[in-house]
Structure formats: C-alpha cells, structure tokens
C-alpha cells in the first residue's frame, strides 16, 4: 500500500468512527460521548510541490466510574513527491475512578514512525493517579505514576527487536484563559533501561465556534538512545482547526 493511500486509510477511519460515535448514544443513556477530529494542512504547488498533512481523532465515552479513550494521530510531509516523514500513533486506554480525586489507568500506545530507525515501537502501563487543583474553576491538573513493558522494532533487514519494563510518569494541566482560550500542557516519560522516551505537547486554543476551535501547539519528542544516524529530538510546530461532537 503506497504511503497516500495509507493516510487516506487513516482519515477514513477517524470519519468512520466519527459517524459511529454520533449514532451510539441511542444504544444507551447511561453513557456519555464525545469526539473530536483535528487536522492541518499545507500544500504547494508550482516552483516548489510540498504536502504537509497532520490529523488526530479522539474518541471519549463515560459510563459512571469508568471512562474509556481512543486516538489516532498522524503526520505526512512530502517533497517532490518524495516522502520526507510520515507517523502515526495511537493510543487507547480505559480509567476507573475511585472518586473524584483519584483513579487508576491502562493504556496502550503503538507508534509507526519510518524515520525514526524503528518499525514500531509499542508500549502498556498501569498506572494510579490523581487530580489536582479540584478547588480551582480554572484549572485542572493531573498526574499518574505506574509501571509496564515496552517492545521495539529496529528498521532494517535484520529487525533486531527488544523488550524491557518500564516506569511512566505523567502530567496534564489545562488552564481556561477565558470563556473561549484554554492554555494546555502535557508531559510525559517512559523510563526503560535501554532507552527513555519523552513527550512534551504545549498548546493554546481558541473557539471560533461553539464546536469549532483553532490549535496551535508545539510537540516535542526526545528519545535517549536511537538507531545510528537518527536525532534523538524531533520537534513539531502545528496549526490546526479542532472540530468537537
């Protein structure tokens, strides 16, 4: 399958779970829904032919103490028609809360970066967390602590795959601006004993609508050992529209 078409795989299935997600309420009132679909893109043609496309969709649902996740996010960048970067990582994860104050975590995350030296690097973690400035109307803050495993799947004709235990620390701070700006900054760390993995995403929206908003974020990477001839950083400044059902 050519790297377009697997894009084009990716968006149709964020629509397609987009219409699923919109007709499930009917299947019961004790849950609650939500979703939301980013996307950015930029594209050039004539002296210079580029294509710079990034998405993600989001999936929520709420049935009294539980709560369930699952994202698809994706970035393609083309020169000439000659793929320069594609990525795409997804999460899923299912919480149950004590009370409001504290709660417990699984989560799942596999990532398909071609540039990265690695096939695919897939991680899972339990972890217990809490939620911080409740007192605030604000803000919000939260942090989890826990522990899982990590396999990896170096590029190449030999595949050298590993496996190790790692801890994951983890922290989201949401800060309401104003009735329509919201400042957003997560982090988090996966520390193995072969390598450490960083995430840091640093964001600012702003309703345009009631459901419709702008996005523009900074996203940061750092992995501590990597592949030869492979940077450890990898930074993404993005601008995007966050459509919200």
């Known amino acids: 399958m050519s790297e377009k078409n697997t894009i084009s795989t990716c968006l149709r299935g964020i629509i397609t779970a987009l219409a699923v997600s919109t007709a499930a309420p009917a299947l019961g009132q004790s849950w609650d829904f939500a979703t939301q679909l980013e996307l950015g893109a930029v594209i050039t043609s004539g002296n210079t032919e580029d294509e710079n496309i990034r998405f993600k969709g989001q999936f929520d649902a709420v049935r009294e103490q539980w709560s369930y996740l699952l994202s698809m996010e994706g970035f393609r960048s083309s020169k000439e028609d000659v793929l320069a970067a594609q990525r795409l990582y997804t999460v899923g994860g299912a919480t149950y809360n004590f009370d409001p104050s504290n709660f417990v975590t699984s989560r799942v995350a596999h990532e398909d970066d071609r540039f990265s030296g690695y096939d695919s690097q897939t991680d899972f973690s339990v972890s217990y967390g809490q939620e911080l400035l409740r007192g605030r109307e604000d803000m919000t803050w939260q942090y989890t602590i826990g522990a899982g495993m990590r396999r990896s799947v170096e590029s190449g004709p030999t595949g050298d795959e590993f496996s190790e235990a790692i801890v994951r620390l983890s922290t989201d701070y949401r800060w309401s601006l104003s009735d329509n700006a919201r400042f957003i900054q997560t982090l988090s760390v996966d520390a193995g004993e072969e390598t450490t993995i960083g995430r ?30 492979r940077e450890k950083t990898d930074t993404e400044f993005a601008a995007t529209l966050l459509l919200r059902f």
Request: glycine share 0%; no cysteine; hydrophobic share 45%.
């Open 200 to 229: 840091s995403e640093t964001a600012i929206e702003s309703d345009i609508m009631s459901n419709l908003s702008m996005k523009l974020a900074v996203k940061v990477k750092h992995q501590t050992e990597v592949p030869l001839f």
